[in-house]
């Protein structure tokens, strides 16, 4: 079965923050920004760009997505269902599954703490 492309014009929302995960997303052509939204304001982890790969932690510890995911310009993903990944962590010993998700527990946890600074350090910016 040949891989499943997807073309996302500039500004198309990929996936949303908080939303259940079935799919990961190869970059093969194009950009994605990914960020996270604190009371408002879009907070910006970072982008995604050819080669790159993000969804792909929602797959792993079915946890709902963490950030946003936007194309900034036109943007051509290969997608990678749940099941498929799935398929292939079943391989890997079951030290490597462990390390894996404690891997993604630290980097939940850093994004969260990265937005909460970001929006404190934006209120403090708007002190006179």
Do not use: H, S, W
């Not at 050819?50 to 946003?68: K, S, V």
Request: net charge neutral.
């Amino acid at each position: 079965m040949a891989p499943r492309r997807l073309v996302f014009p500039p500004g198309t929302v990929i996936f949303t923050e908080g939303e259940a995960g079935t799919t990961a997303f190869v970059v093969e052509l194009g950009k994605v920004r990914i960020y996270k939204t604190r009371e408002g304001r879009q907070i910006e982890l970072g982008e995604v760009r050819r080669g790159g790969i993000f969804g792909e932690m929602a797959l792993i510890d079915d946890q709902p997505r963490m950030a946003t995911a936007e194309a900034v310009e036109e943007t051509t993903c290969v997608l990678i269902p749940k099941d498929r990944l799935a398929g292939q962590l079943e391989l890997a010993p079951k030290g490597v599954k462990v390390i894996v998700n404690a891997l993604l527990g630290n980097i939940r946890a850093m994004g969260a703490e990265l937005a909460e600074a970001a929006l404190l350090l934006a209120q403090y910016d708007k002190k006179p």
